[in-house]
């Protein structure tokens, strides 16, 4: 099977970590599946000539509700969410009571939570939220499909 828009997509959404995890799913070799709901996210095969970017989705890994929607609007949705993730990490109130929990949480368990560690990306996630605030999310996507060249 080739890899067109869909695939793209599907591969793009899967690294949106932690919300989705890349996942091997009914035969195909990429997956998004969501770490919130469970829902997965396949690419549909493409015409060379007719990417029209739509993927299957299986509403909380249901196969039985599922439905072909927009790639990039699914897309938008889950680029939106993950930056309310990281953005929500860089307010000083939220940021020290999410610290206090992953202190408590590796206190209890020995493990460490993923947005524990601030390797510099919340900074621009607090950015990208601003411009989302001011400039509206078609904006916001515009630039980021300019910036990353779809």
């Known amino acids: 099977m080739r890899e067109g828009l869909s695939h793209r997509i599907v591969g793009f959404i899967a690294g949106l970590f932690p919300m989705y995890e890349h996942a091997a799913v009914d035969g195909h070799a990429i997956a998004a599946r969501s770490l919130i709901d469970g829902t997965v996210i396949l690419p549909v095969e493409e015409d060379e000539d007719n990417e029209n970017g739509f993927v299957l989705v299986h509403w909380q890994g249901d196969s039985n509700r599922s439905a072909e929607v927009r790639g990039e609007f699914l897309a938008s949705l889950a680029v939106v969410k993950y930056v309310e993730l990281h953005a929500a990490a860089t307010d000083k109130r939220t940021r020290a009571q999410y610290e206090h929990l992953a202190q408590h949480f ?45």
């Open 106 to 150: 590796t206190h209890k368990t020995g493990g460490s939570l993923v947005l524990e560690t601030d390797d510099g990306g919340a900074e621009a996630f607090a950015l990208l939220g601003r411009l989302i605030e001011k400039s509206g999310t078609a904006v916001a996507i515009g630039l980021l499909k300019k910036a990353i060249g779809l």
